[in-house]
């Protein structure tokens, strides 16, 4: 009788355990544009920041009945960042909205935007439209000769977020608040170092010139400032690992005329950072350079995974493969213009270059005129460019391939059916940023191209191809 009294007692503390301290989030969602049978799927993770590391995200998936979908998750943090988005629908997707990690959302849509409701409403409503503040871009063309005028007008967006996130203070946690103000910050400030980098990074001295002078004249009359954040604020932010990262790649890479030192890099975050944060910094570092990381560092890998205290880190590290050669790729199946099934291994004795990008990405808009010179210089030889969207909307894909933004006429257009990153392509390869370059020899072993096009003009991609015909 005993025995049996103590397994109720235990059962019952068990239960009541999960009843106090068990934390899940409830998201459901009525949105004119789903039908049934549509999947909604719902990413949960600590390290937003970390976006193509599928490994660190919990994945579930919903099946709208209607236009409805419901989904039940345990989170089992204080917080998360949750990200929604709808396969095969060109609906904007809502991403990585910092949470607190018991309650429910309830999303609706109106005239094109999303409306919340529920425990957890006002905190997602707050997100989004503070997004939709600070997504209001300047108009005139990002350019060298009008940095400051732009960065200026970021500025004002970001004042104009803040001042919006301040008048919430009656419906949000003061915590929570304080987390928002600090993703905004640098979240808009990593954008800044982003376009920097994206758009200065050119062979020709007087366009870097005119960047390195007008960056400097900005900092010097800077109009946004840092404001004074908790240590906890800034690493559970969902921007401050990327946004230092930027930071070092302009002001002590790009504005010195230095090119990237992979070692030199890790040495400075190890210095200037606790050990818990240059940690987070070395493995983001790692995953933002992938394929062109410098080859004596790959030697370090087992060191740092035998030393990382962050357990997660850890397991990055291990799954962490940057491809210089390998096996024969798999037959994997894409999705022609024509809706017509395309396999790998149809272009079998040919060396193969495979562009994985998607619409809305800026670097893979600016090495695409790059690469058509490429592809037009083996026109007519065994060569085959395939230009592979990962887009989630087959609707979008399609248009971008009518622009001609990111293609030419001189490659096959192909698509993920709308996989976006989970698609098994994406998975095998760890594809973890975009656009990445991957060339496949004549018996379809793959290699990582390792530079950006536009730092030699597509020269080693050029050397690449022809060691391998």
């Known amino acids: ?12 503390l068990l239960c009541l355990h999960n009843m106090l301290f068990a934390k899940s989030i409830k998201i459901t969602g009525k949105l004119s544009f789903l039908n049934t049978g549509d999947t909604v799927q719902v990413k949960i993770t600590k390290y937003p920041e970390l976006r ?23 989170s089992g943090e204080p917080y998360v960042y949750v990200s929604l988005s709808f396969k095969n629908k060109s609906a904007a997707a809502l991403p990585n909205y910092f949470c607190l990690a018991d309650g429910d959302v309830q999303t609706s849509d109106e005239d094109g935007a999303y409306h919340f409701q529920g425990i957890l409403g006002k905190l997602f409503e707050a997100q989004y439209v503070a997004g939709r503040i600070l997504n209001q871009k300047p108009t005139m063309k990002f350019n060298g000769e009008n940095l400051v005028t732009y960065f200026n007008a970021l500025d004002e967006n970001y004042a104009k977020a803040l001042q919006y996130l301040d008048g919430q203070k009656e419906w949000l946690d003061g ?6 103000r600090a993703n905004t910050f640098f979240g808009i400030e990593n954008y800044k170092y982003q376009l920097i980098l994206m758009y200065g990074h050119q062979q020709m001295d007087s366009i870097h010139l005119a960047f390195t002078t007008s960056y400097q004249q900005y900092m010097q009359n800077k109009l946004s400032v840092e404001l ?26 790009f504005i010195k005329g230095e090119p990237v030192n992979d070692r030199k890099a890790l040495a400075f975050f190890k210095s200037n950072y606790p050990a818990i944060l240059s940690e987070r910094l070395a493995v983001n570092y790692m995953l933002s350079r992938g394929p ?25 590290l291990s799954d962490l493969s940057i491809k210089t050669s390998g096996g024969q790729i798999k037959n994997y199946t894409l999705i022609g213009e024509d809706g017509q099934k395309v396999g790998l291994h149809d272009f079998k004795g040919k060396v193969v270059v ?14 695409a005129p790059i690469l058509h010179q490429v592809e037009k210089r083996f026109k007519g030889k065994e060569v085959i460019f395939l230009s592979i969207s990962i887009d989630r909307s087959r609707d979008k894909w399609l248009s971008s391939v009518r622009s001609r933004a990111y293609s030419s006429g001189l490659s ?29 020899d004549k018996d379809g072993k793959p290699t990582t191209a ?20």
Do not use: W
């Not at 025995?3 to 019952?12: D, F, N, P």
């Not at 536009?454 to 191809?465: H, V």
């Open 354 to 367: 495979l562009d994985f990008y998607y619409t809305g990405c800026g670097n893979c808009k600016l090495i």
């Open 412 to 440: 096959k257009d192909l698509y993920t059916s709308g996989n976006g990153a989970d698609d098994p392509i994406i998975q095998e390869l760890k594809i973890i940023g975009y656009p990445t370059l991957i060339i496949l």
């Open 228 to 253: 004074p954040f908790s240590d906890a604020n800034k690493r559970n932010s969902s921007s401050f690992a990327s946004f230092l990262i930027g930071k070092y790649r302009v002001d002590s890479c």
């Open 1 to 12: 009788m005993n025995k049996y009294r103590t397994i109720l007692v235990v059962l019952a």
């Open 292 to 316: 062109k990381l410098s080859e004596d560092l790959r030697n370090e890998f087992d060191y740092l995974q035998a030393n990382l205290r962050d357990t997660n880190f850890r397991r990055i």
């Open 175 to 180: 915590s929570a608040l304080l987390q928002l």
């Open 52 to 74: 193509e590391s599928a490994q660190l995200f919990n994945k579930h998936e919903a099946v709208a009945k209607g236009n409805s979908f419901e989904l039940l998750i345990d």
């Open 450 to 469: 390792k530079k950006d096009l536009r730092e030699d003009n597509g020269a080693d991609l050029t050397t690449d191809i022809e060691k391998r015909l």
